[in-house]
T-cell receptor, first 111, second 112 residues
Framework: EAQVTQNPRYLITVTGKKLTVTCSQN?????MSWYRQDPGLGLRQIYY???????DKGDVPEGYKVSRKEKRNFPLILESPSPNQTSLYFC??????????FGPGTRLTVL | DAKTTQPNSMESNEEEPVHLPCNHS???????IHWYRQLPSQGPEYVIH???SNVNNRMASLAIAEDRKSSTLILHRATLRDAAVYYC?????????????FGTGTLLAVQP
């Protein structure tokens, strides 16, 4: 079954404690993205990747890092999380401009 | 990317057709009209997309106005499982980021 998986699904952490949210897709897609969803602001792109070792900033990249060492994985790294990064995070992948496949989401709370 | 306007919410009865409108008066010639939906506690899910002609798939139909300044997503027989937020998104073909710009969408409630 074609899918995008994210882990963990829920995470509560404290300010400054480094964390990684993993994302994996099994469709051999070249493109992957991270979005965050906040009430009243919709989904906003954080980072995207066009292929292995090719990444670039989206609209709200501050405070985040990504890496793309393998085609299937695109982890999101928060080196020093802050409360304003409390949000719902979605990973997405796609091969062309038609259909993007989204993961189930990771709800992050930073205290 | 051009902006879209959708009603904040709509209601439907189960097994009746639902027409979800979207206005996009500033659409450009290269913009495709995409629809995604987000079920409660899930990630967005692709529904349908089109450029100029009406489109049908197993989930829905997309009716595009002749001037392309508006479109309508049609769910032929709403089920309780169709209760979700529906997003109408304009996106040019290709582009480095391929990002989707989500607005606030239409919250569809389906009554049994």
């Amino acid at each position: 079954e074609a899918q995008v998986t994210q882990n963990p699904r829920y995470l509560i952490t404290v300010t400054g404690k480094k964390l990684t949210v993993t994302c994996s897709q099994n469709m051999n897609h070249e493109y992957m993205s991270w979005y965050r969803q906040d009430p009243g602001l919709g989904l906003r792109q954080i980072y995207y990747s066009m292929n292995v070792e090719v990444t670039d900033k989206g609209d709200v990249p501050e405070g985040y890092k990504v890496s793309r060492k393998e085609k299937r994985n695109f982890p999101l790294i928060l080196e020093s999380p802050s409360p304003n990064q409390t949000s719902l995070y979605f990973c997405a992948s796609h091969q062309n401009s038609d259909t993007q496949y989204f993961g189930p989401g990771t709800r992050l709370t930073v205290l | 990317d051009a902006k879209t306007t959708q009603p904040n919410s709509m209601e439907s009865n189960e097994e009746e057709p639902v027409h979800l409108p979207c206005n996009h008066s500033t659409i450009s010639g290269t913009d495709y009209i995409h629809w995604y939906r987000q079920l409660p506690s899930q990630g967005p899910e692709y529904v349908i997309h089109g450029l100029t002609s009406n489109v049908n798939n197993r989930m829905a139909s997309l009716a595009i106005a002749e001037d392309r300044k508006s479109s309508t997503l049609i769910l032929h027989r709403a089920t309780l499982r169709d209760a979700a937020v529906y997003y109408c998104i304009l996106k040019a073909w290709g582009g480095a980021t391929n990002k989707l710009i989500f607005g606030t969408g239409t919250l569809l409630a389906v009554q049994p």
